[in-house]
């Protein structure tokens, strides 16, 4: 039934100093991912910088999401006030966050942190944190080193790790978190640029039997807004086409500058697809997913949190239907692994970096001198990025037992690999068709 699962979270926003180029996206995307929350869900959003304070609700607590949705706009309205403060109080947040989820009552309860460094005042966080609920980080960067919250994240075997080395990316790990629990899965989660006038098709396979299903588009510059008319000037159009091909009367039940979502009961199976069409003067960056609620299909995952440099990256995902493994899918990972290491950015740009004064944000973030240097360095080089990613795309094996096996040798520079697999196929045993996505990230020491 609709609405079996309720889930209880508790987000966790860094605003340190050094999140200040990155505060406009992540805004749009944490107001995004709290404006997704379904009636009965249960949510208290915190933010820490010098000192953490529960921003939403007041006085502080859990509260829980009415059919009107009023409370999703009330906890967007409290992040999109946030400004940036100098150090991380990390710790004074998971306390926090205790208090709150002490009152839940969802199915399924979970903190959710979004970070780009380490804690540099008040308590350690590490002790704090219980062994549940489990823990979602967002490590937002190049040089979060995933090895700082793994004592976090070893505390719950259902708790992960994700790293988005650009604020941009920031969505498609929200949504990820978005389809955690076991009967929700995401159909996709598609990160895109909007350049020119153009428009963007994002399939949604719908499987037989979903009775819930929801579509969001999120944009990164909240100049923008939703229309459901002509795509001129600063609007953006989300059509949603259903199966047979015509355009769905249906509208968006939250739309804000930045995102549009969209409510679907008892959907026809079969491809959806959402339309996007813009005009844009400069390139935007969208995201757009769709998400089944009470589902059968679901895509799981095993992947290492660590490896050792040099270590090929092994995998394994299995699609389970009704618990039962399918076989003859198929499932393409793309991966996105470091250009260069930073200890080796460090050694190859060590002239330059002499002269570098560092930003203070970066040295107030607890990074030792030369980090802050190199990190300075690449904020205001000319010539761009220092420490890129290079995507490749490998296709998954099937096995005997009815898993699918990734094999990546590349993996000599340190840093965060980040994969995103994605599903396509359908179920002769029970004629379902559908579509998945997950990701994950392994970081290589």
């Known amino acids: 039934m609709p609405g079996q699962t309720t889930v209880s979270v508790v987000p966790m926003l860094d605003i340190s100093s050094s999140m200040t180029s990155a505060m406009g996206i992540v805004k749009i995307d944490a107001k995004a991912f709290v404006r997704s929350a379904r009636p009965n869900d249960q949510l208290g959003v915190i933010a820490f910088g010098d000192t953490s304070s529960v921003i939403y609700p007041n006085p502080p607590g859990l509260v829980t999401v009415s059919p009107s949705l009023n409370e999703t706009a009330l906890a967007a309205q409290a992040i999109q006030g946030l400004t940036t403060q100098n150090m991380t109080n990390m710790g004074q947040a998971m306390q926090q966050a205790n208090t709150l989820i002490a009152s839940a009552t969802g199915s399924v309860k979970a903190f959710v942190i979004l970070s780009d460094g380490y804690w540099t005042a008040g308590p350690d966080p590490t002790p704090i944190l219980g062994a549940t609920p489990p823990i979602?980080?967002?490590?937002?960067?190049?040089?979060?080193?995933?090895?700082?919250?793994?004592?976090?994240?070893?505390?719950?075997?259902?708790?992960?790790?994700?790293?988005?080395?650009?604020?941009?990316?920031?969505?498609?790990?929200?949504?990820?978190?978005?389809?955690?629990?076991?009967?929700?899965?995401?159909?996709?989660?598609?990160?895109?640029?909007?350049?020119?006038?153009?428009?963007?098709?994002?399939?949604?396979?719908?499987?037989?039997?979903?009775?819930?299903?929801?579509?969001?588009?999120?944009?990164?510059?909240?100049?923008?807004?939703?229309?459901?008319?002509?795509?001129?000037?600063?609007?953006?159009?989300?059509?949603?086409?259903?199966?047979?091909?015509?355009?769905?009367?249906?509208?968006?039940?939250?739309?804000?500058?930045?995102?549009?979502?969209?409510?679907?009961?008892?959907?026809?199976?079969?491809?959806?697809?959402t339309l996007v069409q813009y005009s844009v003067g400069s390139p935007v960056w969208g995201t757009a997913a769709g998400f089944e609620f009470d589902t059968q299909v679901n895509l799981h995952l095993e992947a290492p949190a660590t490896l050792k440099a040099g270590e090929p990256l092994l995998a394994q995902a299995r699609v389970l239907d009704e618990g039962e493994p399918v076989e003859g899918l198929s499932i393409r990972a793309h991966i996105t692994r470091p250009a260069i290491s930073v200890a080796n950015a460090l050694v190859r740009h060590a002239q330059a970096l002499k002269a570098v004064i560092p930003d203070p944000e970066f040295l107030h973030e607890g990074h030792d001198e030369a980090i802050a240097q190199l990190q300075t360095y690449e904020r205001h080089r000319p010539e761009g990025q220092i420490l890129s990613q290079i995507p490749s795309m490998r296709a998954l094996s099937p096995e005997a037992d009815g898993s699918y096996s990734l094999t990546f040798p590349d993996t000599t520079e340190a840093g965060n690999y980040n994969v995103v697999l994605h599903v396509d196929g359908s179920n002769s045993k029970t004629g379902r068709s559908f579509s998945r996505t997950r990701r994950f990230s392994t970081l290589v020491i």
Do not use: C
């Open 136 to 273: 979602f980080v967002a490590g937002l960067g190049s040089i979060v080193n995933q090895s700082y919250f793994q004592a976090m994240l070893n505390k719950n075997a259902n708790s992960k790790y994700y790293n988005a080395p650009n604020a941009y990316q920031m969505m498609t790990i929200f949504n990820d978190i978005r389809a955690s629990p076991p009967d929700v899965a995401a159909a996709s989660n598609a990160l895109t640029s909007y350049s020119g006038a153009d428009y963007q098709l994002v399939p949604n396979v719908i499987a037989a039997d979903t009775e819930e299903v929801q579509i969001s588009v999120v944009w990164s510059d909240p100049n923008y807004y939703y229309t459901a008319g002509d795509p001129s000037g600063y609007a953006i159009n989300v059509v949603l086409i259903d199966p047979t091909g015509h355009n769905s009367p249906v509208q968006p039940v939250v739309t804000d500058p930045g995102y549009a979502i969209f409510n679907l009961n008892n959907p026809q199976p079969g491809t959806w697809q």
